[in-house]
Structures are given as structure tokens and as C-alpha cells.
């Protein structure tokens, strides 16, 4: 399996802080993502890097690849109480007519006011 | 548009039950995917489809169908439901090789008693 590992597991920061979370994987990829998920509810998107692509930025958002190492890390910057939620990291794998996306267990994050 | 939508948002079932969880998509999507979530396991991909007629498997198929007869709705069967399935379901959908983003839908909560 190429799942993404996210960690930690958990992390609880207080607000205005970053928070750093990582995601490592097993195989080739042709992109990896990061979703949030606040409690009870479904998945959003929040950004989508490519396998050629090192870095890019969304907001307050800061994601970096490094294909060499099979890892990615999601910087969130300036955080506030809203970000409060469980974060993952899915890596996108495509082969003929298929394309699997493969999700890591989550970091859930706690931004104390 | 209205996005993904899933029905029910609550089920109870008893062990050997069958039931269909209902998914629909406004969006014009190409491909769909059924995914699970229980604690500590993050998701896991059950089935996807790629385009009305075709489906495949994902990474824990067993005990689920789905059929794909139009590109907006892509419904999943349980055919006996056993204790294990007892979890949350989510669907999802997204722009098949022009973008990777997935939209989910808020899930199902099954409770297989």
C-alpha cells in the first residue's frame, strides 16, 4: 500500500502559532493532497501538489514535496480556534483508466484560544 | 448546486440486513468513490468508478456492490451487513485526469447491530 503516514497524530498549539504536520508514503506518486475534516462531517479539499512541483502556497496554507524522500508537510500558519480539525494527507496514484486515491489516518489538530 | 449528496445520514441495521446507500452528484463528475472511515483507520477506498458502466475495486471491496448506470449516481449496496460494517460512509467525486480535488459528500452513519 502507498497510504500516506501523517504526524503526529496529534497536535495542540495555541492560537497564532504554526502548526507542522507530515505526511510520508511507500511509492511513486503523481500528486498528493491535504484535506480537513471537522468532527462529524465530510472531507474538504484544501491544496493539491503535483510530483514535479516542490512547494505552493494557499492562504495561510504551505505545502512542500519532496519526492526523494516520499515525504510532505502542511504548514499552517497563524492559526486560529477555527482550524481546529483533523487534517490528511491522500496520495493520488494513476495508472491506464485508473486512479486511486489513498488516505493517511489524520492529524488531528486542537488551536486553543 | 447542491454537490454531493448522500442518503441516508443515519442507518440502523440488523446483521444480514441488505440496504443501498444512495450518492448523487450535480457536477458533472467522471469519477466516484466510495470510501469508509472508522476511528483510528483514516479512510479506505471500498469501490470508484471512472465513468458511467464502469466500476473497480478499491482497497476492502468485500461484502459491498455498486453500478454506475449514470454519471450523476453512484449508489452502494450492502448486501448482508455484518458487525464490521458498522462505520461512516463517504462518497465522493471529482473531474476525472483534468483535476484530482475530490468533493465529498457528509457522510453516512451505519450502525449494523
Keep these: ?113 | 448546486n447542491a454537490g454531493v449528496t448522500q442518503t441516508p445520514k443515519f442507518q440502523v441495521l440488523k446483521t444480514g440486513q441488505s440496504m443501498t446507500l444512495q450518492c448523487a452528484q450535480d457536477m458533472n463528475h467522471e469519477y466516484m468513490s466510495w470510501y469508509r472511515q472508522d476511528p483510528g483507520m483514516g479512510l479506505r477506498l471500498i469501490h470508484y468508478s471512472v465513468g458511467a458502466g464502469i466500476t473497480d475495486q478499491g482497497e476492502v471491496p468485500n461484502g459491498y456492490n455498486v453500478s454506475r448506470s449514470t454519471t450523476e449516481d453512484f449508489p452502494l449496496r450492502l448486501l448482508s451487513a455484518a458487525p464490521s460494517q458498522t462505520s461512516v460512509y463517504f462518497c465522493a467525486s471529482s473531474l476525472w485526469r483534468s483535476a484530482e480535488t475530490q468533493y465529498f459528500g457528509p457522510g453516512t452513519r451505519l450502525l449494523v447491530l
Design chain 1, 1 to 113: 500500500s502507498q497510504q500516506g503516514e501523517e504526524d503526529p497524530q496529534a497536535l495542540s498549539i495555541q492560537e497564532g502559532e504554526n502548526a507542522t504536520m507530515n505526511c510520508s508514503y511507500k511509492t511513486s506518486i503523481n500528486n498528493l493532497q491535504w484535506y480537513r475534516q471537522n468532527s462529524g462531517r465530510g472531507l474538504v479539499h484544501l491544496i493539491l501538489i503535483r510530483s514535479n512541483e516542490r512547494e505552493k502556497h494557499s492562504g495561510r496554507l504551505r505545502v512542500t514535496l519532496d519526492t526523494s524522500k516520499k515525504s510532505s508537510s502542511l504548514l499552517i500558519t497563524a492559526s486560529r480556534a477555527a482550524d481546529t480539525a483533523s487534517y490528511f494527507c491522500a496520495v493520488g496514484k494513476s495508472g491506464g483508466s485508473n486512479y486511486k486515491l489513498t488516505f493517511g489516518k489524520g492529524t488531528l489538530l486542537t488551536v486553543n484560544p
